[in-house]
């Protein structure tokens, strides 16, 4: 049975920094691409950062910059630094599994429950 579960939300200070980290089981990890995707109140969900299995990555243009995604396939586990925060990052955040190469939207295999992230002004 795949899980995908993430850890490290709360609360920040609007300029601080957070990292996330989502851990997945169950599936052969390196085979596989991660992202992380949010969505705050009332809105869609949107694409965040994104890494392939080869270590690729690309990120949305709210995040390039200050957000940096990675991973470790020794751990089976995808991180998200997040710095120079903004209130407007204030979402759940969300880890996404999907077999191959990495999108940008939300057509992942495995999702975990996600993690809330507030930023105070």
């Known amino acids: 049975q795949v899980q995908v579960v993430e850890s490290g939300g709360g609360l920040v200070q609007a300029g601080g920094s957070l990292r996330l980290s989502c851990a997945a089981s169950g599936l052969t990890f390196n085979n596989y691409a991660l992202g992380w995707f949010r969505q705050a109140p009332g809105k869609e969900r949107e694409f965040v950062a994104g890494?392939?299995?080869?270590?690729?990555?690309h990120y949305a243009d709210s995040v390039k910059g200050r957000f940096t995604i990675s991973r470790d396939n020794t751990k089976n586990t995808v991180y998200l630094q997040m710095n120079s925060m903004k209130p407007e990052d204030t979402a759940v955040y969300f880890c996404?599994?999907?077999?191959?190469?990495?999108?940008?939207?939300?057509?992942?295999?495995?999702w975990g429950h996600g993690t809330q992230v507030t930023v105070s002004s």
């Open positions: 890494v392939s299995w080869s270590a690729f990555t």
């Open positions: 996404a599994a999907r077999w191959g190469t990495t999108s940008t939207r939300p057509e992942y295999d495995y």
